[in-house]
């Protein structure tokens, strides 16, 4: 039954695709590589090479990095702005020369980080390509035109948050902030994409909605709220992989439990729980023709990251559960949001 299921949502959102328009399609690019660079720059981040690349736009001087030290090229740094970033970080300035960055340099994280920027070069060229398309609908319907120019603007302040971050040396709250415009980027792009559709998707109810429409309003909140703890606790497991390196992954747990941040951000996730359920359970009710994919994936991701937590929490921190616990979560802010599209939508539910 579970393969006959699956089999019925892939060829519903295969046909669902099919029938976007172009735009919609472009639209829909640029938010796919958004996802996929946050599950990439979730790589960077647990593998700690967050500094592979110590300068921008260039990384050691170069728009395609060395392969190995051997190759790196001294000639092209500029040791001073080297020296003014080291100093702006406490570090003494003249101990930053020629030799300590070749001693320092590491392929592995100067690659991880390079692939990182690559990926953010198509979401600008489909952010862009989204922007001018929409110019078309600016009197049909001006919000699409709107919503294409926010995330060009969104891309912009973010591509500009990723050097701040390269030079602030990954300063605690960067981070954070750059994932959450990231995530504001993804719900822009997902209105873009719906609001572009010749008829746009409603959700029917069997009853008033309204008591479900503000419990998943409560949920959404709530996921969005748990996330930004989460970015906190991010951040502190990166100080503890500086200090913490060679200890077992375990031992982080112990010192994160000392933090506030830690402790109600493990409570809340059963809040968070707690009010998926409610919102699956009421939709099951209220919803005409009873859960739709969205209200599966939703349930199904909240699962999926108490889950994941529990892992980092009784195992240890580890990368790859670190990983899929960020990319989970900006996937479903993205579903969620799409859902109460649906469900805040006015016209006549399609």
């Known amino acids: 039954m579970w393969r006959v299921g699956l089999v019925w949502v892939g060829e519903l959102r295969y046909g669902s695709f099919m029938r976007m328009s172009g735009f919609q399609k472009v639209a829909l690019a640029a938010l796919v590589f958004v996802v996929m660079l946050i599950f990439v720059g979730a790589i960077v981040r647990v593998s700690g090479a967050g500094m592979g ?3 921008w736009p260039k990384c050691y001087g170069q728009y395609i990095p060395p392969m190995s030290v051997e190759e790196l090229d001294t000639s092209l740094l500029d040791i001073d702005k080297f020296k003014e ?10 101990t930053i020369t020629e030799e300590s960055i070749v001693a320092e340099f590491n392929a592995v994280h100067t690659w991880t ?6 990926f953010s070069l198509p979401i600008g060229i489909f952010t862009m390509l989204t922007f001018i398309m929409s110019l078309w609908w600016l009197k049909k319907r001006p919000v699409v035109t709107i919503g294409a120019f926010l995330a060009v603007l969104l891309v912009g302040i973010n591509a500009w948050m990723g050097a701040k971050i390269v030079y602030s040396g990954l300063r605690p709250g960067t981070i954070t902030t750059h ?11 997902t209105f873009v994409v719906w609001a572009a559709a010749e008829k746009k998707w ?3 109810y069997t009853s008033s909605g309204n008591t479900l429409r503000w419990v998943a309003v409560t949920a959404f909140l709530f996921i969005l709220l748990e996330g930004v703890m989460g970015s906190q606790v991010r951040e502190m497991t990166d100080a503890l992989k500086k200090s913490h390196g060679n200890a077992p992954r375990i031992e982080w747990v112990a010192e994160l439990e000392h933090t506030w941040m830690y402790l109600v951000h493990r409570s809340f996730s059963w809040v968070v729980l707690l009010s998926a359920i409610a919102f699956y359970v009421l939709s099951g009710q209220k919803r005409e023709g009873g859960r739709g994919w969205h209200e599966h994936v939703i349930l199904g991701i909240v699962l999926a990251q108490m889950v994941l937590g529990l ?13 899929l616990h960020i990319g989970l979560s900006s ?7 799409h859902w109460l599209l649906g469900a805040f ?3 006549k539910a399609a």
């Open 53 to 55: 690349c110590p300068d």
């Open 85 to 94: 970033k080291a100093e702006k970080h406490g570090r003494d300035p003249d």
């Open 113 to 118: 980080e390079f692939i990182n920027r690559l």
């Open 179 to 189: 994932m959450a415009l990231a995530i504001l980027l993804m719900c822009v792009q």
């Open 202 to 204: 409603a959700i029917k």
């Open 311 to 323: 892992v980092l929490s009784q195992v240890g921190i580890l990368a790859v559960v670190q990983v």
């Open 331 to 337: 996937i479903l802010a993205c579903v969620f949001f």
């Open 345 to 347: 939508n006015r016209e």
